[in-house]
């Protein structure tokens, strides 16, 4: 017998304990990850059935798909992670394959009526996310790049020009950024992440911008 179909489950916790909310596509997807915007809506990244992949948003009563740019012909895309700045600016960011070619890095940006696709994405990058607003309208966006010896996975937007790269400690050949988090009511940011070849030489880190 195969293995049954996966599908998505999302509860919210009360003070009287935990309670199942609907989830995106009737549990017909499975999240990835989902942001609280600033009004209490949600936003959600998930997998849809096949290899579709979904961003959602939640606006207090129900779940509705946001439409993705359309892709090309046989081309697959996913994303990993998405950002909430503002009510009209959310970001998203992933992959995308397109037929014939290697995987790319793909970073959109939601401007409260659609997406854009951000094209000056880092070069050698393959796959982007995760993502974190920095509460200044900017955000940190972590990569995971597979040219060996280059460690330019953590970039900062400012909210207003253009991306700029933020050291990353030498601590392995093809580094990734994992996960971003930034302590509430500073300008801290943590980073996780390690070498994303998951054999007997792969290392977990974990540092701090000062």
């Known amino acids: 017998m195969g293995r049954p179909p996966m599908v998505g489950g999302l509860a919210h916790w009360s003070s009287s304990g935990w309670s199942t909310v609907p989830s995106p596509r009737s549990d017909r997807a499975v999240i990835r990850r989902f942001e609280a915007g600033p009004s209490g809506d949600l936003w959600a990244v998930a997998d849809g059935p096949g290899t579709e992949s979904v ?68 070069p050698g990058a393959v796959r982007l996310g995760p993502l974190l607003a920095d509460g200044h309208g900017g955000l940190w966006l972590g990569g995971h790049n597979y040219d060996y010896g280059d460690d330019r996975i953590l970039l900062h937007y400012d909210g207003r020009s253009s991306w700029t790269y933020d050291p990353a400690p030498r601590t392995n050949n093809a580094p990734a950024v994992i996960d971003l988090v930034r302590v509430p009511g500073e300008d801290r940011v943590f980073a996780a992440g390690g070498n994303p070849s998951y054999d007997e030489d792969s290392q977990g880190w974990l540092w701090t911008r000062k």
């Not at 700045?85 to 014939?100: D, F, K, Q, T, Y």
């Open 55 to 122: 961003i959602e948003h939640w606006d207090g009563r129900r779940w509705r798909d946001v439409p993705t740019p359309r892709w090309p012909t046989g081309a697959e895309a996913g994303f990993d992670d998405l950002a909430v700045v503002s009510e009209r600016e959310v970001w998203a960011a992933g992959w995308i394959l397109l037929p014939g070619a290697r995987q790319a890095a793909l970073l959109m940006r939601w401007d409260g009526d659609r997406w854009t696709l951000v094209r000056d994405v880092p």
